[in-house]
């Protein structure tokens, strides 16, 4: 089993910054994926960005030049920087795991609005 907890989220407004952190507990040996997704209002969940026990980084095409993700694999923590927020960028932003399943957080929501 493996539990994650999400930080981070909030009301910002358009132009700001937001991290979002997730910290992983529980039984495993080591985590080969952890990412993020979000999920707006009436939209299916999307992947936002994955970065594997390695370093191999995957991003969604449209936020690679606004978002960065980073781990600490001893700490078993991803964090999330997301810089230059949009409007569009509102959601609530799911952590998620792999470790022979897949493991989600119960989300934090990111308001983005003046």
């Known amino acids: 089993q493996v539990q994650l907890v999400e930080s981070g989220g909030g009301l910002v407004q358009p132009g700001g910054s937001l991290r979002l952190s997730c910290v992983a507990s529980g039984s495993f040996s080591s985590l080969h994926v952890m990412g993020w997704y979000r999920q707006a209002p009436g939209n299916q969940r999307e992947l936002v960005a994955s970065?594997?026990?390695?370093?191999?980084?995957n991003y969604a095409d449209s936020l690679k030049n606004r978002f960065t993700i980073s781990r600490d694999n001893a700490q078993n923590t991803v964090d999330l920087q997301m810089n230059s927020l949009k409007p569009e960028d509102t959601a609530v932003y799911y952590c998620y795991a792999h470790f022979r399943m897949t493991y989600w957080g119960q989300g934090t929501q990111v308001t983005v609005s003046s």
């Open positions: 970065i594997t026990s390695g370093g191999v980084i």
